[in-house]
């Protein structure tokens, strides 16, 4: 896959606000990839070293964490996102109270491909 549409994935998933998540799907729609939610996963397990990203606001569309509950990585996720004060139970975040739903002004200022 192009370089470019890792770095599309990146750029969209760093506009997600601070206290908010997204899905890979809504992140691939905003990217300008529609259909390519899987896409957006492989990127973030492609993330170059010392690039940040913040990979730990996207979700499934559910809002369930992509990792197994035991694991580390949900353990670090759910940690990251607690932080920013966004709720996790059962390894899940509610979609309704935390999903990002950008406006078109907002989107125009931030994501430039």
């Known amino acids: ?18 206290g908010k998540v997204s899905s890979y799907g809504q992140i691939a729609d905003l990217a300008g990839l529609p259909g390519r939610a899987r896409l957006v996963g492989k990127s973030l397990g ?5 690039r940040k ?3 730990h606001r996207v ?3 559910n809002g369930q964490l992509a990792f197994d509950k035991a694991s580390e990585q ?7 996102l607690q932080e920013e004060n966004v709720v996790v139970l059962n390894n899940r975040v509610n979609m309704k109270e ?4 950008p406006d078109l002004s907002e989107l125009l ?3 430039q491909f």
Do not use: C, D
């Open 98 to 101: 935390f999903n990002w739903r």
């Open 74 to 80: 949900a353990q670090r996720q759910k940690g990251l």
């Open 1 to 18: 896959m192009s370089k470019q549409n890792y770095e599309r994935i990146w750029a969209t998933v760093n506009a997600i606000p601070i």
């Open 109 to 111: 200022h931030t994501l």
């Open 46 to 50: 492609q993330i170059p070293k010392g």
């Open 53 to 55: 990203v913040n990979w």
């Open 59 to 61: 979700l499934r569309s």
